[in-house]
């Protein structure tokens, strides 16, 4: 582990909270925009440090620990792994496009939007790099007050049904996580989850500890049938919204799935696999099925949310190298295309008024550099080879093949209804008989929005074409994690032989999976 | 002598300001002052008193009369509430102005009711002080103007007043007879298996009911939501919650005599989970502010239970620490309650619509005080209930500490639409704004809870050494 001494992750958290008091005292809505925005690139420039970031080491990096409340065990524990390093950069990345793609978007309340929009960016980036688990949580739950207010606040005319549902079902979710932490505690008797993750549990408080966080990170992934949030939150949540809900708030699921589960509850995880694997096989097919009947834009990239973080679950739960490999990159180009689409979906909003795909037919013609974006994030959330979409389901599948050929096959209609979904809607905008065009203005890209959607685009053909860097960035993490993963649950295996009669099924599994597990790191090494 | 008198202080400095008081309410009729003016800044003097007499130590009165961290934290707690509580008494629209000195005579008693309890380890000194305490009440809650519903509150509050302490005597009778003591201290000594001695566990739990009622716990809290109802906004927020922290001192004493296998322990457990659970179920459809605050209080009654249910220096502290917070979050949304009742009237949720843009300052402390309420972090709410929930867990009582987390996303539902009709929900008719500056100190109450939810720490030390004091 590396301390630091220049303590980078507290001030990605609390920059935001310093921009916010600031806030207050402005007047205008202009300024608020403009201090808003200055702030979020001078996040972006304060998160700069992290780039010296140590790709050939697996431990935490720039790991900040004071003593909170020594007589509880609490500490103010940060760091970043191979893990959260890329969803913090994603996250910070996102403030100033989000800030910038709500400048004509947000006409009332404009201050309180962003005072909102800088506090979720905070707690983010605070779930993202707690390693204390009490700090997690507080983060975790902190973020769900300034969503709330987006939805509610700045959403659609359903806005109040969606943000209670949104609310109401991600704390109920993770009321039984706290219960998991204090479990948790007094088992290891430690709030650090780096310490934690080091101990071993046994296999019945296992699936227990399992199941209460599984429960938080399903809700907030989400996985079917946990997912009827998610279209109701997109759909009346402002664009901003939107972006930072599919691009940051799903991956605190996975996040914690990668992060708690498999190295807290390694049996557990194990035992639970197949029937994990056959939810993610759900939400992928649902999502896509689903998204493929949709008529209002926003409503069809909600639902392709479901299927494609369906593989990053799948991913995940393969417990390969390339599986969990293709579950991160999964994440993180699902938060830069799907961030897009919801941005172009926003602005076809602010010049028609209306999401509805009937409505907004025939742009090619009007707005070519519209459909030029829309296009290439449409291809690559299909995961067109050469996007960025591409390399992350190419690594699941690949792990999902190495695995198991009939899960394999169970997920390539989804692959394929991505891409009937993706193309249906692509094709009736740039090409559709438009309606008439009264009381709608085609203008194209002003050059704001070209601000916006070009670094999303570089960053779409950049990891498409070269992921090499940022596959070697999480690497290290992934093979320490799955190699602490083996070695716990071969223990299991050893026990299992023992007590035959406990936990059939997940034996058969294990048997299957060990030998892949351990070639795959012996491969990779 | 002296030395006494200084282990003495912040009661003494209370009697001052009850007896001042007095001679204010046989003097002539106030004429039109809302309250004496020097009452706030006594009440601070108070505060300051308390926190200079934190370490004070020592056993007085023949025994009966302990004063240890434990009471002197549970005084200051009750000095704070006090203070704000006067300060929100402001301008008590519902007081005829001849009545107000009485009205604060009252308020002062009973508060110096509480502050005995919070030192008596007798169990004759804890019947006195609480009667002390209570019988202020009696006379508080129905002034409301010529108010009807204040009235039936008042009665309401007497007839269960009255009958838990009926109660809680028998059950003082069984306990003298059959452990021969009403001191604490040999109580504690004493065995309270159910084996040895059923009559005196009986006795202790007929006891406890007394205080469940003061906490309004399940199912003695019936009086709680008509009464909080019936009663002046100023009035219900004194009633919400000053008394529970005397109840809760004392109920701190007596489970710290119990073993936690015993079955009054257990009793206390299912009560509290009871509680809690009927207490959002019924909350969800309240649609009076006050109402809906008085089956929060039955909730919250049942949350202080958990730590208690754990029998051991944290979960004792953990009660102390959440029954303060409890106090501090009560008042931040009675705060603003009092304000946006110029006239005294009932608040609903639909008087919330729109506050945001009326009243930023208040908006914003009625948030704070809600999400404390629910236990979202990063308010003091969080901490406290993060604090009962962790040390009650490997007590014996782990089921209790799910049904804990499961009612908090009951509780949410509620709780999360007094915020929705603050921040979006608009006015129909332009309702009147408040004076400016009237958010002052609910804003301080709110910066309060904001900073005991990020630096728990000094205050929950001081709480874990006084529950130390009573199980090593």
Known sequence: MMESSWPILTILIFFPLLACLALVFVKTDHGARVLTLAAGIIELLLAMPLLHFDLASGGYQFVEKKDWMPDWGLSYYLGIDGISFLMVLLTVALLPLCVLCSWTYISKRVKEFHISLLLMVAACVGVFSALDFILFYIFWEAMLVPMFLLIAVWGGPDRRYASLKFFLYTLAGSTLLLVAIIALYWTGHTFSIPELAQKNYSFNFQIWVFLAMAIAFAIKVPMFPFHTWLPAAHVEAPTAGSVLLASVLLKMGAYGFLRLCLPLTPQASVYFAPMMIFISICSILYGGFVALGQKDMKKLIAYSSVAHMGFVTMGIFLFSLRGIEGALMVMLNHGITTGGLFMLVGAIYERSHSREISENLGLGKYLPAYMFFFGLFALSSLGFPGTNSFVGEALVLIGVFAKNGWVGAAIIPGVMLGAAYMLRLTQKLAWGEPPSAKGKSWKDLNFREWAYFTPLAVFVFYIGLAPGLTLRAIDPTLKELLHTFSAKTARKAVTMVMEPEKGLAGQNFETKLQPAVDERIGESR | ?472
């Open chain 2, 1 to 472: 002598m002296i030395q006494q008198i200084s282990q003495l202080l912040p009661e003494l400095w209370q009697i001052a300001v009850v007896l001042v008081l007095f001679l204010e309410t046989i003097g002539k009729p106030a004429n039109d002052a809302a309250k004496p003016k020097w009452l706030p800044l006594a009440a601070a003097a108070g505060i300051f008193v308390a926190v200079f007499s934190l370490k004070a130590d020592g056993l007085l009165f023949f025994k009966a009369y302990q004063v240890d961290s434990l009471s002197q934290f549970f005084k200051l707690a009750v000095l704070v509430g006090f203070f704000i509580v006067v300060l929100n008494a402001d301008p008590l629209p519902t007081v005829e102005s001849e009545k107000r000195s009485d009205y604060f005579l009252f308020l002062a008693l009973s508060a110096l009711g509480l502050m005995f309890l919070a030192s008596t380890v007798e169990l004759i000194a804890v019947y006195m002080a609480l009667e002390i305490s209570s019988y202020s009440l009696y006379a508080l809650i129905p002034l409301r103007g010529k108010d009807q519903r204040a009235a039936e509150a008042g009665i309401k509050y007497v007839l269960f007043g009255a009958a838990a302490t009926a109660v809680s005597l028998y059950g003082l009778s069984y306990i003298l007879a059959t452990q021969h003591s009403t001191y604490l201290e040999v109580l504690a000594a004493a065995d309270w298996t159910w084996t040895h001695s059923p009559l005196a566990v009986i006795g202790l739990t007929l006891f406890l009911a007394g205080f469940f009622y003061k906490l309004a716990l399940f199912p003695f809290h019936f009086w709680c939501p008509d009464v909080y109802d019936g009663t002046g906004n100023e009035t219900a927020a004194y009633v919400a919650t000053l008394p529970k922290l005397g109840a809760v001192v004392i109920m701190i004493r007596l489970v710290a005599m119990l073993k936690p296998e015993n079955g009054i322990i257990t009793i206390i457990a299912v009560l509290g989970a009871c509680s809690m659970t009927f207490g959002n179920l019924s909350a969800l459809i309240q649609k009076d502010l006050k109402r809906m605050l008085g089956f929060s209080s039955v909730s919250h009654a049942g949350y202080i239970m958990v730590g208690l249910s754990a029998v051991s220096a944290k979960g004792l502290a953990a009660a102390g620490y959440y029954s303060l917070v409890y106090v501090l979050m009560n008042l931040a949304c009675f705060w603003v309650i009092c304000r946006l009742a110029t006239d005294g009237r009932n608040i609903t949720l639909d008087d919330l619509n729109g506050l945001y843009k009326r009243a930023p300052g208040l908006a914003f402390i009625m948030a704070v005080g809600a999400f404390a309420l629910v236990g979202l972090p990063p308010t003091a709410g969080f901490m406290g209930k993060f604090f009962l929930l962790t040390s009650a867990w490997n007590r014996g009582h782990d089921w209790l500490v799910i049904i804990a987390c499961l009612n908090t996303a009951i509780s949410i539902y509620y709780y999360l639409n007094i915020v929705r009709h603050a921040y979006t929900a608009e006015a129909e008719e332009p309702l009147p704004a408040p004076k400016p500056g009237s958010a002052l100190w609910g804003g301080v109450l709110a910066t309060l809870l904001l900073i005991l939810g990020a630096f728990p720490g000094p205050v929950f030390h001081y709480a874990e050494v006084a529950g130390k004091l009573l199980i090593p």
